[in-house]
């Protein structure tokens, strides 16, 4: 089955720091990737995808992903995180290249960032 | 509407009653999931449904759960003889296309807590 693992559950950053969350999955076919943000008191926004071409993928807000299928990885950066970024981060994964419409979710990392 | 809408936002019931979720998602949206987050957890996939297509029913976790989309566009998620471990929030979400990779819109969720 299919599984997706977010290594890091809470996050404390200072403004201007950088930032990585690692995500890992677990499917060895063609796969969607995706990461949501979800603000304090809103609902889930989508942030990125890939599901073709660069494997560097440009989201809102500054943030970027890297697909690395050799790693089965595909970790979220941003180069200076802002107060503004505190947040919940959830990576999911939808294989088969979008033959199944299932959306497997990792168990999300939480970010506090301090001003 | 502008986004997907959920109600109620907070559901408290005893141990043993029925429940019943409603999503409205944006209209012209022709897919909707519903998934679970329970507390410490990822959000897990329910049911998705597509048009006039059978459902996906694969992520039911008990034959208590069911769902249904009445004429493509309002949804509800019913629980029967609810338990404690149904309390999580439960969210909607729907999509233009009929693939996941064009990337969901939430609604808010249902946060159901059953004593």
């Known amino acids: 089955a299919q599984s997706v693992s977010q290594h890091n559950h809470h996050v404390i950053l200072s403004e201007a720091a950088s930032l990585e969350l690692g995500c890992n999955y677990s499917?060895?076919?063609?796969?969607?990737l995706f990461w949501y943000v979800q603000y304090p008191g809103q609902h889930l926004q989508l942030l990125l995808k890939?599901?073709?071409?660069?494997?560097l993928v440009k989201g809102i807000k500054g943030f970027e992903a890297e697909f690395i299928k050799s790693k089965f990885s595909f970790n979220l950066r941003k180069p200076s995180v802002q107060w503004s970024d505190t947040a919940e981060y959830f990576c999911?994964?939808?294989?088969?290249?979008?033959?199944?419409?299932?959306?497997?979710f990792g168990t999300g990392t939480l970010l506090a960032v301090q001003p | 509407g502008a986004g997907v809408s959920q109600s109620p936002s907070n559901k408290v019931t005893e141990k043993g009653k029925d429940v019943e979720l409603r999503c409205d998602p944006i209209?012209?949206?022709?897919?909707l999931y519903w998934y679970r987050q329970s507390l410490g957890q990822g959000l897990e996939f329910l049911i998705y449904?597509?048009?006039?297509?059978?459902?996906?029913k694969s992520g039911l976790p008990s034959d208590r759960f069911s769902a249904e989309r009445t004429g493509g566009s309002v949804s509800t998620l019913t629980i029967q003889r609810t338990q404690q471990e149904d309390s999580a929030v439960y969210l909607c979400?729907?999509?233009?296309?009929?693939?996941?990779?064009?990337?969901?819109?939430f609604g808010s969720g249902t946060r159901l807590t059953v004593v």
């Open positions: 209209s012209g949206h022709t897919a």
């Open positions: 890939y599901f073709s071409g660069d494997p």
């Open positions: 979400a729907s999509s233009l296309r009929d693939r996941v990779d064009f990337g969901s819109t």
């Open positions: 499917y060895g076919g063609t796969v969607n």
């Open positions: 449904f597509q048009g006039n297509s059978a459902p996906d």
């Open positions: 999911a994964v939808n294989g088969d290249g979008g033959a199944t419409n299932k959306l497997i």
